[in-house]
């Protein structure tokens, strides 16, 4: 494993836990998941190491179980981001190349959020129960947060690739 990948990892999952935390509720409550979109940035970064895969899914799911507002959402939150890591790796490797890093982060965002949320609301049902219909909460909750986690991906994958690009030059 490269020690300067590690350290950005880090670096970037930890601004992922602040903004989690940080990030106000906007809409009956939910608010975008920001320590996913960090995610999905360093899974990008990385998507060529599968055991800093599988470590960003354990350490993403537990930061935000540290995190999560969700009544009993700990477990849920570490078996959505392990499943979700698992399967935007999968997606980054299919589209690795072929298609442009910010359509990759777009797909990435949109089909990972989605997959993740559904994943919480499927491990939270089975283990908790929900403060509502499954279908319901996917239409009201899971499909916004779509829309509002890819715009913060976007915008957050453009400063950590200026920043990359930055530091890279200065070398």
Same mark, same amino acid.
């Given at each position: 494993?490269?020690?300067?990948? +590690?350290? %950005?990892?880090?670096?970037?999952?930890?601004? &992922?836990?602040?903004?989690?935390?940080?990030?106000?509720?906007? %809409?009956?409550?939910?608010?975008?998941?920001?320590? =996913?979109?960090? +995610?999905? $940035?360093?899974?990008?970064?990385?998507?060529?190491?599968?055991?800093?895969?599988?470590?960003?899914?354990? $350490?993403?799911? %537990?930061?935000?179980?540290?995190?999560?507002?969700?009544?009993?959402?700990?477990?849920?939150? *570490?078996? @959505?981001?392990? $499943?979700?890591?698992?399967?935007?790796?999968?997606?980054?490797?299919?589209?690795?190349?072929?298609?442009? @890093?910010?359509?990759? *982060?777009? $797909?990435?965002?949109?089909?990972?959020?989605?997959?993740?949320?559904?994943?919480?609301?499927?491990?939270?049902?089975?283990?908790?129960? %929900?403060?509502?219909?499954?279908?319901?909460?996917?239409? &009201?909750?899971?499909?916004?947060?779509?829309? =509002?986690?890819?715009?913060?991906?976007?915008?957050?994958?453009?400063?950590?690739?200026?920043? =990359?690009?930055?530091?890279?030059?200065?070398?």
């Amino acid at each position: 494993m490269n020690l300067k990948k +590690m350290i %950005l990892t880090s670096i970037f999952l930890a601004i &992922g836990l602040i903004l989690h935390q940080a990030m106000p509720s906007i %809409l009956f409550g939910m608010k975008p998941d920001l320590m =996913l979109c960090m +995610m999905f $940035i360093v899974l990008y970064l990385n998507m060529k190491d599968y055991k800093m895969v599988v470590l960003i899914g354990i $350490i993403a799911g %537990l930061f935000s179980a540290f995190t999560t507002t969700f009544p009993f959402g700990q477990i849920p939150n *570490i078996v @959505d981001k392990i $499943i979700t890591a698992n399967i935007v790796f999968l997606l980054f490797k299919f589209m690795d190349s072929k298609v442009k @890093d910010q359509i990759q *982060i777009v $797909i990435a965002s949109i089909f990972g959020t989605f997959v993740s949320g559904v994943v919480f609301l499927s491990t939270a049902l089975f283990l908790a129960g %929900l403060p509502g219909p499954f279908s319901a909460l996917v239409i &009201g909750v899971v499909l916004p947060a779509v829309l =509002l986690n890819t715009l913060m991906c976007v915008f957050l994958f453009n400063i950590v690739k200026a920043s =990359l690009k930055k530091a890279n030059r200065a070398y």
